[in-house]
């Protein structure tokens, strides 16, 4: 048994045309020649916001308008009609290679047409809910509910039994490193394992608090994402890094203040805008998947 979807309906969306003319250029040749672009067009009355009709498709005024304009604004000389005319003709060969490339399946077949349309959609969606301008109490509600993620990384003061390796594989380096985890575990005087079982390190810890960007520096980044995982005076397993195998314990955590509305409006109402855009793309989601007959294998392979 196959899965298959079918839609009896979708919301509406402001999603624009999808840009799939370099998969479907390559069809320029056939569908010209089907088409018999060659012959004079028809005419005859359109609505007012239509400039041409391509097997019932309409092209709207306002694209061709908009395209007209950007020829304009390449050009020195004012446009003539033939350029006019010749902009016309290239929204009508765009139409016509769409709608082939539609009947010929590739929006199904062609993974980059598949890509393009569902990132135009999503695009759409995103977009359409993200650019709304959010409420001075919708901003103030949402920054309180969002304090902790607008604070800072905070500090962090810790410090290390470094083992120094000399060899890929150090099997006496690592049972040292596993002996300072133990005894510090153990409760044991931090000076006194160090001085016992380590090496001095390239960079020795400050005695200080220092923001994660910074212990960085020194610890590299596997062992500051162990430092950052520790609770207050806990010790952790030994970290190996290039250098050798690092004993951790964290002393003290410092919270960053979190900063007032006013001093990272900005921030705040990018991640409002980004955060609403992903509810919208969930709904909208959720509501196509609602309004299809999807038949699925059970159980799956």
């Known amino acids: 048994m196959r899965s298959s979807s079918r839609s009896h309906g979708a919301p509406a969306t402001g999603a624009r045309r999808p840009q799939v003319l370099l998969v479907l250029g390559a069809l ?10 060659s012959a004079p067009a028809r005419s005859g009355a359109l609505p007012a916001d239509v400039v041409a009709l391509v097997n019932g498709e309409p092209i709207r005024t306002d694209d061709y308008t908009r395209a007209v304009q950007g020829v304009a604004n390449d050009k020195r000389e004012p446009l003539t009609d033939a350029d006019r005319r010749r902009v016309l003709d290239r929204l009508i060969e765009e139409e016509l290679l769409v709608q082939r490339g539609l009947a010929l399946g590739l929006a199904r077949q062609d993974r980059r047409v598949r890509a ?7 695009d759409g969606v995103v977009g359409d809910a993200s650019t709304r301008e959010p409420t ?33 594989t150090d099997a006496a380096a690592e049972a040292r490193a596993e002996a300072a985890a133990r005894r510090l575990r153990a409760g044991e005087s931090f000076a006194a394992v160090a001085a016992e079982l380590g090496d001095p390190p390239l960079s020795p810890l400050p005695d200080v608090a220092l923001p994660p960007a910074k212990l960085r520096d020194y610890l590299g980044p596997t062992a500051l994402r162990t430092v950052l995982g ?17 004993v951790l314990q964290v ?15 900005p921030q705040v109402v990018a991640e409002y805008r980004r955060r609403t855009g992903e509810r919208a793309l969930r709904t909208y989601l959720d509501e196509l998947r609602g309004a299809a007959d999807v038949v699925v294998v059970e159980p799956l392979p």
């Open 136 to 168: 001075e109490d919708d901003l103030a509600v949402f920054y309180d509910a969002n304090r902790d993620f607008f604070s800072g990384p905070g500090r962090v003061r810790a410090r290390q039994v470094f083992v120094r390796t000399t060899a890929p």
């Open 251 to 265: 002393v003290e955590r410092q919270t960053d203040a979190v900063p007032a509305l006013d001093d990272i409006r």
């Open 116 to 122: 393009d349309l569902t990132s135009t959609v999503i």
């Open 230 to 246: 520790l609770g207050v005076d806990e010790v952790s397993d030994p970290v190996r890094s290039a250098a050798g195998y690092h």
């Open 28 to 37: 320029a040749g056939v569908v010209l020649a089907a088409a018999g672009l």
